[in-house]
């Protein structure tokens, strides 16, 4: 079946520098993504989303950037913060409203 | 706005007993609420699809007479594991659907011993 998959599993990264998240799909057909954060023993939470016509989308210090032509996504955080620090998902939706999850990357932010 | 909690907010049972765990949207009606379980350092993967009023529908490998989901309104679905047994034990998450984005309930940490 289809997955999405990440290429990193652990990211550390100094407080105050740009961290870079990546993910791979493997359904061409796929036109929508979301970033989720995931901070211990809680649920995810939504960062940003993008869809298939756009290639970049920028928010409050995150940037998703979407390649079709590879099948990668990717979250770039800006000046990392400690309370970035977390377990980051992409996740593709596919029909019926479902969403398909990547395998996760941790981000551990140093002081 | 678009708020879900879940209850409770962990689970502590021996093996066999059954165990419920609800999902709530409370400020929102959901006609849709997905169930995902997460066990330790891995991945969301997806359950079941919870309707109000019909069926859910469950994903491939996931045995539905084990999980029984219940939808009984547009703010409330339920999760019941029945007979639980430790490989059971994980983080069950739920999520409500409003406009086609979900939102995410705080999880449910079940440990069954």
């Known amino acids: 079946g289809e997955s999405v998959g990440l290429h990193l599993p652990t990211l550390s990264v100094q407080e105050g520098d740009n961290s870079i998240i990546n993910c791979a799909y493997s359904?061409?057909?796929?036109?929508?993504f979301i970033w989720y954060k995931q901070e211990s023993g809680k649920g995810p939470q939504f960062i940003i989303d993008?869809?298939?016509?756009?290639d970049k989308r920028q928010g409050q210090r995150v940037t998703v950037l979407l390649n079709k032509t590879v099948k990668h996504l990717s979250l770039q955080i800006a000046a990392t913060q400690p309370g970035d620090s977390a377990v980051y998902f992409c996740?593709?939706?596919?029909?019926?409203?479902?969403?398909?999850f990547g395998g996760g990357t941790r981000v551990l932010v140093k002081p | 706005g678009a708020v879900v909690s879940q209850h409770p907010s962990w689970v502590i049972c021996k093996s066999g007993t059954s165990v419920k765990i609800e999902c709530r949207s409370l400020?929102?009606?959901?006609?849709?609420m997905f169930w995902y379980r997460q066990f330790p350092k891995q991945s969301l993967m997806l359950m079941a699809t919870?309707?109000?009023?019909?069926?859910?529908?469950?994903e491939q490998g996931v045995e539905k007479d084990k999980f029984l989901i219940n939808h009984a309104s547009l703010t409330l679905s339920t999760l019941t594991v029945t007979s639980a047994h430790p490989e059971d034990s994980s983080f069950y998450i739920c999520?409500?659907?409003?406009?086609?984005?979900?939102?995410f309930g705080p999880g449910t940490r079940l440990t069954v011993l």
């Open positions: 996740a593709e939706l596919a029909a019926g409203n479902k969403l398909t």
């Open positions: 993008i869809r298939s016509n756009m």
């Open positions: 359904n061409s057909a796929s036109d929508y």
């Open positions: 919870s309707n109000e009023g019909s069926k859910a529908t469950y």
């Open positions: 999520s409500a659907s409003r406009s086609n984005e979900q939102f």
């Open positions: 400020d929102f009606q959901a006609t849709t």
